[in-house]
């Protein structure tokens, strides 16, 4: 079991940019795939990004594609998503997870999710 924190979110006008953060404890993460997913009100929780247990691959959602990057550190045991370019519709709680599994955007696939934080995106 790894518990996982996210941090970062906040408010920010369409175009803008922020970095969330996704603290992991109890466990090391250089054994997991982490992943980020989000939810947007009214609407399933979907795939956003994944990076491989040593970051060496990474895949990401056509909708964020070229605008959002994730990246791990785990000697910091700890996962980000830089977010450039936001858009109105990315507003969404934003959850960070781990994965036992080697490359997956399929949720059921984690067993390790975050509390989520909040990203809104102003016009």
């Known amino acids: 079991q790894v518990d996982l924190v996210e941090s970062g979110g906040g408010l920010v006008q369409a175009g803008g940019s922020l970095r969330l953060s996704c603290a992991a404890s109890g466990r090391t993460i250089s054994s997991y795939t982490m992943g980020w997913f989000r939810q947007a009100p009214g609407k399933e929780r979907e795939f956003v990004t994944y990076?491989?247990?040593?970051?060496?691959?990474?895949y990401y959602a056509d909708s964020i594609k070229g605008r959002f990057t994730i990246f791990r550190d785990n000697a910091k045991n700890t996962v980000y998503l830089q977010m450039n370019s936001l858009k109105v519709e990315d507003t969404a709680v934003y959850y960070c997870?781990?994965?036992?599994?080697?490359?997956?955007?399929?949720?059921?696939?984690?067993?390790?999710w975050g509390q989520g934080t909040q990203v809104t995106v102003s016009s």
């Open positions: 997870a781990a994965s036992s599994r080697y490359g997956s955007d399929d949720p059921r696939n984690y067993n390790n």
């Open positions: 990076v491989s247990y040593s970051g060496g691959n990474t």
